[in-house]
């Protein structure tokens, strides 16, 4: 695949649910394109669709219209290539150690032999700083390392690109400080590409290389930004960002 052509190419996309007595649009029309490497931000308001979106790029939920493909092929249902961690401390198997948890994906997904499966699952435990604690049960582990577990187990996959949704977002502000520093150094030393939603902007700045700006329910790109890194720059792109979430200017007359 050549270098800049689009990991991840969203096109016109329409997501809806369809619930007995109505059909909720969760977000109209929208594209994007994401490269490899990218720590690509969703953001926009509670309900605006970020979860939705993430979901269909997971493979979960399928477009009314328009479509996702990756790496130039259609995305029709979940697959390995594509790892998603979540909001919620719950979402390792209680039963199974930190290793275990990790390990078992591999060996499930990747049908690696136990041995391999348990080497690389070191090795990504390892990376979140868990190594301590590889056969501790998730119960004994604090709501910090359960995420740093289900990361490692997303990064262990080796996916194509890591779905996290709000994955610090129910941790305190110290350790969801804490959380971002880490992922951005493991970025550092793997170059992941990871599409990460959010609905803070501090975040979104502090973690994104690109953000996509959804509008309030439903979601519309708003616009696409690049992120900054000089303090003026991040002050700037903030109150750029204020802006646009809160005033009723046309979708169209953003574009930045
Ligand atoms: P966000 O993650 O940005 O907060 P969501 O993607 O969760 O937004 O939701 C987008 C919209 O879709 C909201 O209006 C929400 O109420 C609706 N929605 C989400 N999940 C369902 C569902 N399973 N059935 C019906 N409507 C849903
Ligand atoms: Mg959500």
Redesign the pocket.
Known sequence: MDRDEPLLKVSGVTLQ?K?TSHI?T?TYRVGFEMLKSDRFVLL??????????QKAVGGYITPTEGEMRLKGKLITKPGPDRMMVFQEFDQLLPWKTVQQNVAFALEAAKKMPKREAADRAGHYVEMVGLSKFANSYPHMLSGGMKQRVAIARGMAMEPDILLM?EPFAALDALTRRKMQDELLSLWDKTRFTVMF?T?SIAEAIKIGNRILLLSP???RVRAELNSATTPEDVAHLERQIHEMLFSEAAPEAAHA
């Open positions: 649910y619930t909720v969760a926009g308001p509670s309900g605006c669709g970020k979860s939705t979106l949704d939603v609905h329910h439903p979601g």
